[in-house]
């Protein structure tokens, strides 16, 4: 359900893509909780722009613009990389805006907590920095940035506000608007043969106290992943985890549920806390040449922190704080795209249904 064009101008590539799968996808299985007036306006178009050019100034600069909308999210990104050589960091100057809501911390969970509703908090973000690429070494790399963020929660009418529908504040500052510069580490390790893989990062993030007002914290998240191949059959197993300390804003939380997370809950409908740890199982096994079935098991905990979070959001709407899905799916490759299904049972005995599209083709 979707199409991409390519246009070379010059020596510009601009690829634009549309996709109306999420639309039409959405639309049908989740009921909306917005109160879009436009509901047959603009609202509606999924898409995205993205324009490249190799040779800016004529010295190798590179200039990627990209835009992609949702049915209520946005993103806009600028970036330029100036060319250096390979035993040199590689800089990038970046400008970004995303526009998204807050449903992994203010959503509201229902239907056993398989599903999460708007909780009327949105997040307007501007973003700018600069990342520096550190040359790979072995199976390692790394990236340090540094960026100035502009946060401004807003209502599902676009007016900003400084408290949630309870009453609680949604800025670290109590004002409309938290400002921050945050510095960010992160390293990686991967390794891949016939036989497996490993993988594993970390980030860490620290606020530097510019001004006297602005947010002094440091968050760290790691991502361990190992994969086994068992015959034909391939077992790769997942451990997530994060903290906070410091200054903190509820937008800040770790979110615990959802797809990408624990299968069979809504975004964050598991928990929302200072602290999370989360473990995915995943056997696949293929059943042709095109086709493979997978079992699969999620876990997750906010190890009891969801009450250090500004506001306890995470209490007001009910989670558990920690919660468990399993179930089984199919994964579907061909030349159109991979089509993924799942079909999972968290803790409740709700059933969820997840799918997605990847990889489309081109097609002119």
């Known amino acids: 359900m979707g199409a991409q064009k390519s246009i070379h101008a010059g020596r510009a590539k601009i690829d634009v893509n549309v996709d109306l799968t999420h639309k039409l996808c959405t639309s049908l299985m989740f009921p909306t909780f917005r109160t879009d007036k436009c509901w047959f306006g603009w609202s ?39 060319p250096r050589p390979k035993w040199r960091p590689q800089q990038c100057f970046f400008i970004q805006h995303s526009l998204s ?48 963020e502009h946060v401004r929660p807003m209502n599902d009418e676009g007016r900003l506000i400084t408290r949630d529908v309870d009453g609680f504040p949604v800025t670290c500052s109590g004002n409309t608007h938290d400002s921050m510069v945050v510095l960010k580490q992160e390293s990686r390790f991967a390794k891949a043969n016939d036989q497996g893989l490993s993988h594993f990062s970390m980030q860490i993030e620290q606020g530097i106290p510019v001004v006297s007002k602005w947010l002094i914290f440091n968050r760290f998240k790691f991502v361990a992943s190992k994969g086994v191949r068992l ?55 293929p059943l042709n040449k095109m086709t493979e079935g997978t079992i699969f098991l999620d876990c997750g905990t906010d190890l009891g922190s969801s009450r250090l979070v500004p506001g306890n959001p995470s209490l007001r709407h009910g989670k558990p704080g920690f919660g468990y899905g399993f179930g089984y799916g199919l994964r579907f490759k061909s030349p159109l795209g991979h089509l993924q299904v799942d079909y999972a049972i968290n803790a409740f005995n709700q059933k969820t249904l997840y799918f997605g599209v990847t990889n489309l083709a081109s097609s002119s």
């Not at 800016?56 to 600028?78: A, T």
């Open 231 to 285: 015959g034909p059959a391939f077992l790769l197993a997942s451990l997530t985890g994060g903290s906070i300390v410091g200054d903190m804003a509820p937008y800040q939380a770790f979110a615990i549920g959802g797809l990408g997370s624990v299968r069979g809950y809504g975004e964050g409908a598991v928990g929302s806390g200072r602290s999370c740890l989360v473990a995915n199982t995943e056997l696949a096994l």
């Open 101 to 148: 809501p807050e449903i992994g911390v203010h959503g509201t969970p229902y239907d056993n907590f398989s599903r999460s509703g708007s909780g009327g908090v949105n997040l307007s973000k501007l973003a700018v920095g600069l990342d520096l690429s550190e040359p790979a070494s072995s199976k390692w790399s790394s990236t340090t940035s540094v960026k100035f």
């Open 44 to 82: 509606l178009y999924v898409g995205s722009l993205c324009i490249k050019h190799p040779n800016l100034f004529g010295g190798s600069e590179k200039l990627d613009v990209s835009w992609d909308k949702g049915l209520y999210d946005s993103n806009v990104l600028v970036a330029f990389r100036r």
